[in-house]
């Protein structure tokens, strides 16, 4: 995939374009709905939920401009995880065969003692439980996701500007105007009744709709709820990747590749490993206590293995402490735990969060990609259906509406995973049919599938009651 093809869409720095007020016009996307009212938005960040959720809405046939501060496409060296139920939306996206050239398929986990090595068990069944859901699991590079991601969402007609700084969100400061348009039948919003975004160059934008998809410490979350409060968790997460020739070049790591995703539990340590990028490089996460309160609770691009708490007297396995000496240098975060903003609109009802923005969730975990595409399906999905301005709020709280709960589950379900992990106690064993039922209803949930639900039991009925009203 050649990003540079897409180079005369993108804005950098380097050059210091002049920003337009209003955001261009996306192209036409095949086999996507659009909507009848095409409106603007503004998303603060660009990340995977900011791309994904550009795209979904250019989809939609949306107006869209990506704020982005960083100079480019710059990620941590680091795996993902894409369970079925984000495999999903991005087969529907239609990128399945690049996702199969850039990931791995998800091998068999083994669960492994990280002091003694001892095997604490095998799970052989994702196989067929993937097979049930529909579609694949993959691993894939955080580079690689997030380029995908780009290239798709530039495709599609979205605007991104990159080393651009949001200083201030400003919501709408007057009232919605009731004069119409007699052709599209819909609400006319003067400027100063539409949200604004203040850069750091003094330039200022307005849309429709501003969107913050600017991680867990949103700015645009200020506009939207108080402070969250946040509890330090005394673990410190750790993100490489090591070359897999490199492995098979050593006997004592070559029965590793073997395990295909080796789990090492230990108590509040744990350390799991998985291929990437077709089985060229292998991703690994750690897991570990950490004492110091400066560590920063943003990734740091490189720290040496060394730098772990112990590492170099800890009681761990053999092969676990060969393959993390070669990985060598890592990235690292501390790992926060943040109270959930109780609402995801801002009182204007032109300001919402997504992603970690909405949601902040434990780094390095199943859902941690997941979470934020399905929200893009389910955003891009409710917008396809507007025809007016006076349905943005209906379809920001239907997007909340439907979000909320299922965030939060995969939240509690990967702190409970985690936290079985960092136990030093051996798992419980449960029966197949306890996995396959907690898991089928992970899984098997389809983004696009419950926004198409939600519009036909909600949107649909409130039209109807307002069209009825208004006779």
């Known amino acids: 995939m050649e990003l540079q093809s897409n180079a005369s869409r993108v804005h950098a720095s380097s050059s210091r374009p002049r920003i337009s007020i209003d955001v261009p016009v996306a192209r036409t996307v095949s086999n996507s709905r659009q909507a009848d009212l095409t409106v603007g938005f503004l998303i603060v960040g660009g990340g995977i939920a900011g791309l994904a959720t550009a795209y979904a809405l250019a989809a939609a046939g949306h107006r869209v401009h ?3 501060r960083s100079s480019g ?5 680091g795996g993902i995880r894409i369970p079925p139920n984000c495999t999903k939306v991005l087969a529907q996206w239609g990128l399945l065969e690049e996702l199969a050239r850039r990931g791995s398929p998800c091998p068999v986990s083994k669960l492994l003692d990280l002091h003694t090595g001892e095997s604490l068990g095998v799970t052989d069944w994702h196989r067929d439980l993937v097979k049930e859901m529909g579609e694949a699991y993959y691993m894939v590079h955080h580079q690689d996701l997030h380029e995908i991601l780009f290239d798709l969402a530039v495709s599609a007609g979205v605007r991104v500007s990159f080393s651009t700084t949001v200083e201030a969100v400003t919501p709408p400061r007057d009232a919605v105007q009731s004069s119409v348009d007699a052709t599209t039948l819909s609400t006319i919003i003067p400027s100063t009744s539409r949200p604004s975004v203040t850069l750091a160059s003094g330039e200022t934008l307005h849309a429709d709709v501003v969107i913050g998809a600017d991680g867990p410490y949103s700015m645009v979350r200020r506009v939207v709820a108080e402070r969250m409060e946040e509890r330090r968790s005394g673990l410190c997460v750790y993100s490489g990747t090591l070359s897999t020739s490199e492995m098979r070049a050593d006997p004592r790591l070559q029965s590793l590749l073997e395990e295909g995703w080796p789990m090492f539990l230990g108590n509040q340590r744990s350390i799991i490993g998985y291929p990437i990028r077709n089985d060229q490089e292998f ?6 206590d950490e004492d110091d309160p400066n560590t920063s609770d943003t990734w740091t691009p490189t720290v040496h293995v060394s730098s772990l708490p112990g590492y170099s007297s800890a009681d761990i396995d053999p092969r676990a402490r060969i393959m993390l000496d070669k990985v060598g240098l890592l990235s690292r975060m501390s790992f926060v735990d943040r109270d959930r903003p109780e609402s995801w609109i801002d009182r204007s009802e032109r300001v919402a969060l997504i992603g ?5 969730i434990m780094p390095c975990n199943h859902h941690s990609a997941a979470i934020s595409i399905e929200d893009a399906a389910v955003f891009g999905t409710l917008f396809s259906h507007l025809h007016s301005h006076a349905q943005i709020s209906t ?7 439907l979000r ?3 965030a939060t589950a995969l939240n509690l379900i990967e702190l409970h995973n985690a936290s079985v992990a960092l136990s030093g106690k051996r798992p419980l064993h449960h029966t197949m049919e306890d996995q396959w039922a907690e898991v089928a209803e992970v899984w098997g949930y389809d983004a696009n599938d ?3 639900e939600w519009w036909m039991q909600w949107g649909v009925l409130r039209e109807r009651a307002e069209a009825t009203s208004a006779q």
């Open 450 to 452: 419950a926004a198409e």
């Open 404 to 406: 909320q709960p299922r």
């Open 356 to 360: 970690e923005a909405a949601h902040p």
């Open 283 to 288: 991703a690994i996460h750690i897991w570990w």
């Open 66 to 68: 990506v704020l982005e």
């Open 73 to 77: 496409l710059h990620q941590p060296a």
């Open 395 to 401: 379809l920001l709280y239907g997007f909340q509406d």
